[in-house]
């Protein structure tokens, strides 16, 4: 084996010098970096959620849909229930019978008419008889329809006329006197209760 002659000048020297200290340097700095990192800090607050978007196009519409079948008359159905005879037939059978007359009452009365111009509500009866109570109905007018009315023992309401055991007068533009209990029987009800339609003289 021949001897191979190395030569190093001394520039090639000093560059490899330098060299092997720039990265003994950037290895011992990277190291230490490496050693220097701590454990990992805790999760910071949520950001602030960001603008909505704007709304996107609308589509466009559909294709409408077909005509449905005819559905049955009402006649026919009435048919098919196993029901027989001509149109006039069923329209006579939707007629029911005769419901029994109604029961006149104080709730339904009102119904018939628009709302009392004036009304007392329920006012307790003085004790005795020959009790004279005014009602101040501040109508300004004495062309007035009136309706007066007492609950008795039995709880239920029936309306009121002369002879039975009240009666109203001296009516004036502005009050209505009601005398209960006039005449001396035993007293049946405990409260009454007025009511004035205003109307037109024709």
């Given at each position: 084996m021949s001897e191979v002659e190395i030569v190093v000048t001394r520039n090639t020297f000093l560059a490899g010098l330098i060299i092997a200290i720039l990265a003994a340097s950037t290895l011992s700095t990277l190291v230490s970096t490496q050693l220097a990192i701590g454990p990992q800090g805790d999760?910071?607050?949520?950001?602030?959620?960001?603008?909505?978007?704007?709304?996107?196009?609308?589509?466009?519409?559909?294709?409408?849909?077909?005509?449905?079948?005819?559905?049955?008359?009402?006649?026919?159905?009435?048919l098919d229930q196993g029901n027989s005879g001509?149109?006039?037939?069923?329209?006579?059978?939707?007629?029911?019978?005769?419901?029994?007359?109604g029961v006149v009452t104080i709730e339904n009365f009102t119904g018939w008419l628009p709302a009392p111009a004036y009304d007392s509500g329920w006012v307790d009866v003085p004790p005795?008889?020959?009790?004279?109570?005014?009602?101040?109905?501040?109508?300004?007018?004495?062309?007035?329809l009136v309706y007066y009315i007492r609950n008795n023992s039995q709880e239920f309401v029936t309306q009121l006329r002369y002879g039975e055991w009240m009666q109203w007068s001296k009516l004036t533009e502005n009050e209505i006197d009601v005398v209960v209990q006039w005449a001396a029987n035993p007293l049946t009800?405990?409260?009454?209760?007025?009511?004035?339609?205003?109307?037109?003289r024709p």
């Open positions: 999760k910071g607050d949520t950001g602030q959620q960001g603008l909505a978007g704007t709304d996107g196009v609308d589509g466009k519409d559909g294709v409408n849909g077909t005509d449905g079948l005819d559905g049955k008359s009402a006649y026919q159905i009435w001509t149109e006039q037939d069923f329209l006579d059978s939707l007629e029911g019978e005769q419901g029994p007359p005795g008889y020959g009790q004279w109570i005014t009602f101040k109905h501040n109508l300004s007018t004495t062309d007035v009800y405990d409260k009454i209760r007025v009511m004035l339609w205003k109307i037109s």
